[in-house]
Nanobody, 127 residues
Framework: QVQLVESGGGLVQAGGSLRLSCAAS????????LGWFRQAPGREREFVAV????????YYADSVKGRFTISRDNAKNTVYLQMNSLKPEDTAVYYC????????????????????WGQGTQVTVSS
C-alpha cells in the first residue's frame, strides 16, 4: 500500500521551532516532487513549500519564506519541513503530498497537482 505518514507536529510557543517529517512507503518517491500544505480550521488547504525530485529546486509560500526550509532524503524516502520562528497563524494541520515530476515548480503550488497525500499532523503555536 502506497502511503505518506507525517510526524513531528505538536504544541510550541511563538518563536519556537518544529521539524516535520514525512515518510513514504509502498514505493520509492525519489522521482516525485514532494510538497507540504496546511489547513487551518475554517480555511482552505494552502500551499506551504515544494521540493523537486533531486532537491535542487524549492519554492515557498510568501507567508513562510525565510522561516521554513523544505528538504528531502531520497535514500530514506523522506521529506522534511524545518519550521523556525513559528507564529500563531502557522497553526494548522500540515500535510505532505507527492506528485509526478515534469512540470514547472510553480505548478506544484496547486493541490490538484498531487496524487498521493498523507493524513496530516497537527501543529499548534501558542502566543
Amino acid at each position: 500500500q502506497v502511503q505518506l505518514v507525517e510526524s513531528g507536529g505538536g504544541l510550541v510557543q511563538a518563536g519556537g521551532s518544529l521539524r516535520l517529517s514525512c515518510a513514504a512507503s509502498g514505493r520509492t518517491f525519489s522521482r516525485d516532487v514532494l510538497g507540504w500544505f496546511r489547513q487551518a480550521p475554517g480555511r482552505e488547504r494552502e500551499f506551504v513549500a515544494v521540493i523537486s525530485w533531486g532537491g535542487g529546486s524549492t519554492y515557498y509560500a510568501d507567508s513562510v519564506k525565510g522561516r521554513f526550509t523544505i528538504s528531502r532524503d531520497n535514500a530514506k524516502n523522506t521529506v522534511y519541513l524545518q519550521m523556525n520562528s513559528l507564529k500563531p497563524e502557522d497553526t494548522a494541520v500540515y500535510y505532505c503530498a507527492a506528485a509526478p515530476s515534469g512540470s514547472a515548480i510553480y505548478y506544484y503550488t496547486y493541490a490538484y497537482a498531487y496524487n498521493t497525500w498523507g493524513q496530516g499532523t497537527q501543529v499548534t503555536v501558542s502566543s
